[in-house]
RNA sequence: GCGCCCGUAGCUCAGCGGAUAGAGCAGGGGACUUCUAAUCCCAAGGCCGCAGGUUCGAAUCCUGCCGGGCGCGCCA
C-alpha cells in the first residue's frame, strides 16, 4: 500500500459516504493526500479530509469523519481507522499491506519515483548563462547545482523539459574580453576596462600557439582573431568546467544567433503587431510599463545599435515559437530586477505572464575564508572558480551543499570547512547509507540469501518499529519528487534523503539484523528484510541521481 | 524613496493552513566479540523578529512596524 493509493481510497471513501447519504458530490476535491504524522500514536497515515470538507457541506468535522472511517475501514489492507481532535483520521496499515511496499520499489527500479504527474508540459528552464568572458565561478555554482537538478525533477516528473545556457557572445563585453586577450599577447597592461586575471594570459598564449602570426596582422584583424578564438576557447572551458560538475545543457543558445538570423527584427515586428512600440528621442521603446515594470525600455537605441534587452525579448519569443509554454529563468538576486521588464516582454507578446513564464530568483552564496567575506567578481583577480571547487571538494559535495539549502536563503560556503574535506559534510551521510546498503547486498549473496521470488516475500514479517519507519519513508519518496518537481525546489529532495530516508534506514539497520548470525539458517524473515536493503539501495540511488550526486557502492 | 528576499535552538538551516515546531554542528552522557561506528541512543537547548488581522486551527496567509541582504542605466 502506498500513500498515494491510501488517498485514493479516502477520497473514494468520501465518494461513497456522499452518495449514500445524499451529499453534495461538487464539494469533492478532485485529489487529496494523506500525512504521516510525526507522532506514531497517530497512526500510519492521517487524512485531514474531513476538516476540510465539513464547513462546506455544513456537517460537524467529527460526524463527518466518524462516516469517513466507517468507510476506509473497509478498504483491504487497512487495519484501523480511528477519529483524533478535531476530525483527524488516523489510519493504521495491515503490517503485509505496509511491507509490499518494499518489492513495489525493488520491482520499480529506477522508474521508483518517476511520474506522468507534469506530463504534457512543455519547460524551458535557462541557468548559469555567465559571460564567456570568463571562467565559471562559485557565484553560478548555485544555479548549476540546483537548475541541472530541477532539470533531472521536471524530468522524472513526466515534462518534456529542456535545460538552456544563453551565451552573451555579442555586444561590448565581448569586445573588452577580445582587447584584453590582445594586450595579455602583446605583454601589454590590462585595458582599463577590461578583464584581468590569469586565465586572460592562458588563453592569449592558447591563441597564440595556435596563430603564431596572429600579432603581425593589422591591429583591427589581431583583436577580431583574439576576441573569436578566446571566445571559442573560453566556450569550451566554461563547458568542460559544467561536464566535470555533472552539468550538461540540451541546448547552447547563441546570442549572436540571434542577431544573425533576423531573430531580433522578427521579435519587434511580433511585438509591433501587439502595438507595444513606440518611438522617441531617436529611439525604439517598448512600454513595458503597461504590464508592471516601473520605466519603458529602449529596444533599439538612438544609434542604432540593438540593446541587450532587444536581444532578451527576442529570445523569449524564439523560446515560445520553439513551443515552450513554461519559460522558467533562475536568476541570482542581484537580477531581480529583471522579474518585472521579463514578465513585461511575456504580456508585450501577447502572453499570460503568470502561465507562460517563471522568474525564480534566489540569494547569493556568500563566500567565507577565515572569517573575511570573499567578494565575487569576474573583473577581481581573487575568484574562487567551479573547477577549484570541484578540485577542492569534489563534485558530490559541491553539488550536495549547494542544492541542500532554499534558494530563497542566502548560502554561507565557508572555503575552510568545505576545502577541509571534513567528514561532517551531510552529502557522506546520505551516501553512507547507499554503501551500507550495497555492502549487505554483497555479504548477503556470500552467505547465500536472496530475496526469493515476489511470492515467497512474506511481507508481513517487517512488522518491527524501524522497518515500519523505514517503509513509510520510502512510501514518501514519490510524492517527494513530485513536490520538489512542482515548487521549483530540489532542497526539498536533498532534506528528505537526510533527515527522513537516511536516519530511518540507519535505526533500521541498528535494530533489525538483515543477515543471519553464524550457523543461523536462512529464514523468511533474513529474505524479507533484504528487500527493505535493496528498496532503500534503490531509492538512494534515484534521490541522489536526481540531484546529480553519485551513489557509491563502496566508501 | 521604491521593489524583491530573509528573520525559527549558541551556529548553519528544514518546516506543502493541521495534532506536543524539527535536524545537523558545537557542548553533556552512553553504545562496537558477528551485516561499514562516515553509525546509533539519551539528556539539554525555543516570546518561530514585534504588533494586529483572517479561521475550527497560523512558524506558515494578510496588514503595519523593526532588523539584515540585494537591486532600481539608451550598461552587459
Given at each position: ?86 476530525g ?27 511520474s ?85 594570459a592562458?588563453?592569449a ?76 528621442e ?8 503597461d ?25 523569449y ?31 508585450c ?75 561532517d ?80 534506514y ?28 535493496d ?21
Open positions: 500500500m502506498t500513500p498515494a493509493k491510501l488517498a485514493d481510497a479516502v477520497l473514494a471513501a468520501a465518494h461513497a459516504l456522499f452518495s449514500e447519504r445524499g451529499l453534495d458530490r461538487a464539494a469533492l476535491p478532485a485529489t487529496t493526500t494523506v500525512e504521516r504524522p510525526r507522532n506514531p500514536e497517530h497512526g500510519d497515515y492521517a487524512s485531514t479530509i474531513a476538516l476540510q470538507l465539513a464547513k462546506k457541506i455544513g456537517l460537524p468535522p467529527r460526524e463527518l469523519a466518524a462516516g469517513l472511517a466507517e468507510q476506509l475501514a473497509r478498504t483491504p489492507g487497512v487495519k484501523s481507522v480511528e477519529i483524533a481532535g478535531p483527524f483520521l488516523n489510519v493504521r496499515l495491515d503490517p503485509a499491506a505496509a511491507g509490499q511496499l518494499a518489492r513495489v520499489v525493488v520491482e520499480a527500479g529506477r522508474e521508483y519515483g518517476r506522468d504527474v507534469l506530463a504534457g508540459q512543455k519547460v524551458n528552464l535557462e541557468f548559469v548563462s555567465a559571460n564567456p568572458t570568463g571562467p565559471v565561478h562559485l557565484g553560478h555554482t548555485r544555479w548549476a547545482a540546483v537548475g541541472d537538478s530541477l532539470r533531472r525533477l521536471l524530468a522524472a516528473a513526466g515534462a518534456d523539459v529542456a535545460s538552456e545556457y544563453y551565451i552573451n557572445d555579442a555586444g561590448s563585453q565581448i569586445d573588452r574580453f577580445g582587447r584584453s586577450v590582445l594586450a595579455a599577447a602583446k605583454g601589454e597592461p590590462t585595458p582599463e576596462d577590461g578583464y584581468g586575471g590569469e586565465y586572460i592562458d588563453i598564449r592558447q591563441v597564440l600557439a595556435e596563430h603564431p602570426a596572429v600579432l603581425d596582422l593589422p591591429g583591427d584583424e589581431a583583436e577580431a582573431v583574439f576576441r573569436n578564438e578566446g571566445y571559442r576557447l573560453m566556450l569550451a572551458e566554461i563547458k568542460a568546467s559544467l561536464g566535470r560538475f555533472a552539468v550538461d545543457f540540451d541546448v547552447w543558445f547563441s546570442e549572436r544567433g540571434l542577431h544573425d538570423s533576423g531573430a531580433i527584427e522578427h521579435a519587434l515586428d511580433t511585438l509591433r503587431a501587439q502595438g507595444h512600440l513606440y518611438e522617441s531617436g529611439a525604439l521603446w517598448l512600454r513595458t510599463t504590464f508592471g515594470d516601473d520605466k519603458d525600455r529602449v529596444l533599439i537605441r538612438g544609434n542604432g545599435e540593438k540593446t541587450y534587452f532587444a536581444a532578451d525579448a527576442a529570445y519569443i524564439n523560446k515560445r515559437e520553439r513551443g515552450f509554454e513554461k519559460c522558467v529563468y533562475l536568476l541570482g538576486a542581484d537580477h531581480h530586477g529583471y522579474i518585472n521588464r521579463l514578465r513585461a516582454i511575456a504580456a507578446a501577447g502572453d499570460d505572464p503568470d502561465a507562460n513564464i517563471e522568474i525564480l530568483i534566489g540569494q547569493l552564496v556568500n563566500l567565507v575564508r577565515e572569517g573575511q567575506p570573499v567578494r565575487m567578481s569576474k573583473r577581481a583577480g581573487n575568484v574562487i572558480t567551479l573547477d577549484e571547487l570541484v578540485d577542492a571538494v569534489g563534485t558530490d559535495a559541491a553539488r550536495y551543499s549547494l542544492a541542500r539549502s532554499s534558494t530563497d536563503s542566502p548560502l554561507t560556503l565557508d572555503i575552510e570547512v568545505i576545502t577541509r574535506r571534513s567528514n559534510n551531510p552529502v557522506f551521510y546520505v551516501q553512507y547509507v547507499g554503501a551500507r546498503t550495497a555492502s549487505v547486498a554483497r555479504n548477503a549473496a556470500e552467505l547465500g540469501l536472496t530475496r526469493g521470488d515476489a511470492e515467497s516475500f512474506r511481507p508481513e514479517l517487517l512488522a518491527h518499529a524501524k522497518e515500519n519507519e523505514l517503509l513509510k519513508a520510502l512510501g514518501d519518496y514519490p510524492a517527494v519528487v513530485t513536490a520538489a518537481a512542482e515548487l521549483r525546489a530540489p532542497h526539498r529532495l536533498a532534506h528528505y534523503l537526510e533527515k527522513d530516508l537516511a536516519p530511518a540507519h535505526r533500521f539497520y541498528d535494530n533489525c539484523r538483515i543477515l543471519p548470525m553464524g550457523d543461523e539458517e536462512i529464514t523468511d524473515l533474513h529474505r524479507a528484510r533484504l528487500w527493505l536493503n528498496a532503500t539501495r534503490t531509492v538512494i540511488a534515484n534521490g541522489l541521481e536526481l540531484l546529480g550526486v553519485s551513489a557509491p557502492e563502496r566508501m
